[in-house]
């Protein structure tokens, strides 16, 4: 079954402690991204990456930094975690940018 | 960069009625114009897309047009019905830019 997958779903952690969410793909996608849902803010890219070894600063990228040393895998690692990081995560995944995303289900992060 | 609005924030319809979606981008080099439907939990799912060179586009009770000039898009649902409720998110990207924007969402709430 072609999906993104994401892990973990849940993640409550304390401020300071550095954390990676993981993110894979199984359908040989180029383009991989990282969105954080926020209310009434909708979904704000922080950080996208167009091949492997190739990623790019998306609206919100501070306090974030991510890796692409696989095409399949894309983690998202927060260094060192501050309660404004707490939001909800989605990664997503195309053929391309003028192609259909997939979301994984997200992570929901609670940094207190 | 590409700016997207969207408007309604909420949108609330009776079932059976129609409902519609506005929203306008800024880059003029824009070719892409995806619609996501998130239902309450679940992560975002494309459910029609039109690109710069088609003014219209319909799947079932879903259309889309798209106004180059006024440089806007609506996502029209007609027969709404109460699995319609959810939020809806458009977007705008074009093959340049290398990004993917999304508007901030309308709530839409088909009631029975």
């Known amino acids: 079954e072609a999906q993104v997958t994401q892990n973990p779903r849940y993640l409550i952690t304390v401020t300071g402690k550095k954390l990676t969410v993981t993110c894979s793909q199984n359908?040989?996608?180029?383009?991989m991204s990282w969105y954080r849902q926020d209310p009434g803010l909708g979904l704000r890219q922080i950080y996208y990456?167009?091949?492997?070894?190739?990623?790019d600063k998306g609206d919100v990228p501070e306090g974030y930094k991510v890796s692409r040393k696989e095409k399949r895998n894309f983690p998202l690692i927060l260094e060192s975690p501050s309660p404004n990081q707490t939001s909800l995560y989605f990664c997503a995944s195309s053929r391309g940018i003028n192609s259909p995303l997939h979301f994984g289900n997200g992570t929901r992060l609670t940094v207190t | 960069g590409e700016n997207v609005e969207q408007h309604p924030s909420t949108l609330s319809v009776q079932e059976g009625d129609s409902a519609v979606i506005k929203c306008t981008y800024s880059?003029?080099?824009?070719?892409?114009f995806p619609w996501y439907k998130q239902e309450l939990g679940k992560r975002p799912q494309l459910i029609i897309d039109?690109?710069?060179?088609?003014g219209e586009k319909k799947d079932q009770r879903i259309a889309v047009t798209l106004n180059k000039t006024a440089k806007h898009f609506s996502l029209h649902i007609t027969e709404t019905q109460p699995e319609d409720s959810a939020v809806y998110f458009c977007?705008?990207?074009?093959?340049?830019?290398?990004?993917?924007?999304f508007g901030t969402g309308t709530r839409l709430l088909v009631s029975p």
């Open positions: 977007a705008a990207s074009n093959t340049g830019f290398q990004k993917l924007v």
């Open positions: 990456s167009m091949n492997v070894e190739v990623t």
């Open positions: 039109i690109r710069s060179n088609v």
């Open positions: 359908m040989n996608h180029e383009y």
């Open positions: 880059d003029s080099a824009s070719n892409y």
